[in-house]
T-cell receptor, first 113, second 115 residues
Framework: GNSVTQMEGPVTLSEEAFLTINCTYT??????LFWYVQYPGEGLQLLLK?????DKGSNKGFEATYRKETTSFHLEKGSVQVSDSAVYFC????????????FGTGTQLKVEL | DAGVIQSPRHEVTEMGQEVTLRCKPI?????LFWYRQTMMRGLELLIY????????DSGMPEDRFSAKMPNASFSTLKIQPSEPRDSAVYFC?????????????FGQGTRLTVV
């Protein structure tokens, strides 16, 4: 079946540090890949997405590249801010699977001054 | 649009009681999802509907859980009887067919505590 594996948290960084959160997936065919973000007390919000191999999704300074050869979709940001503190979820939607998302377990990011 | 609306935001109930969680999807969306979030298991898809019809309920943990969608603007998730291990945050999400393989919109969740 489909699955998503992300690095465990919490990840604690100083403001302006470089961020990488690793995500790998298992799926048949060509899934679509997503990063969602959950701020404290809120639901999940779409951060970025990529729907085919080598696509790069980007938003709010975050980027992730769909790497089919390594089945990865790592999230990066060059300079994090305190306001980026949240839980980040990697997710996939299988080929032809409509909107049935499979999520990773989430990675908590804490950014300190 | 007000987004996906869930109620209540918080629910505390005693073991054995019936619990009903409610969701109003975004108007015009034809897919509705119920998820459960726990520290141990992360975010799990329980069931989803398309055009008010349940499509996949394989994630529903057991017969104590049931979900309905009587119309396009309302869905319920019921737990009867509730148990302490049901304590979690339950999210409802919706999207529409034209947004396939793209964004699902989540409500703020219902935090359920069963004591």
């Amino acid at each position: 079946g489909n699955s998503v594996t992300q690095m465990e948290g919490p990840v604690t960084l100083s403001e302006e540090a470089f961020l990488t959160i690793n995500c790998t997936y298992t799926a048949t065919g060509y899934p679509s890949l997503f990063w969602y973000v959950q701020y404290p007390g809120e639901g999940l919000q779409l951060l970025l997405k990529a729907t085919k191999a080598d696509d790069k999704g980007s938003n709010k300074g975050f980027e992730a590249t769909y790497r089919k050869e390594t089945t990865s979709f790592h999230l990066e940001k060059g300079s994090v801010q305190v306001s980026d503190s949240a839980v980040y979820f990697c997710a996939l939607s299988p080929t032809g699977g409509g909107n049935k998302l499979t999520f990773g377990t989430g990675t908590q990011l804490k950014v300190e001054l | 649009d007000a987004g996906v609306i869930q109620s209540p935001r918080h629910e505390v109930t005693e073991m054995g009681q019936e619990v009903t969680l409610r969701c109003k999807p975004i108007s015009g969306h034809d897919y509705l999802f119920w998820y459960r979030q726990t520290m141990m298991r992360g975010l799990e898809l329980l069931i989803y509907f398309n055009n008010n019809v349940p499509i996949d309920d394989s994630g529903m943990p057991e017969d104590r859980f049931s979900a309905k969608m009587p119309n396009a603007s309302f869905s319920t998730l019921k737990i009867q009887p509730s148990e302490p291990r049901d304590s979690a945050v339950y999210f409802c999400a919706s999207t529409r067919t034209e947004l396939m393989n793209t964004e699902a919109f989540f409500g703020q969740g219902t935090r359920l505590t069963v004591v």
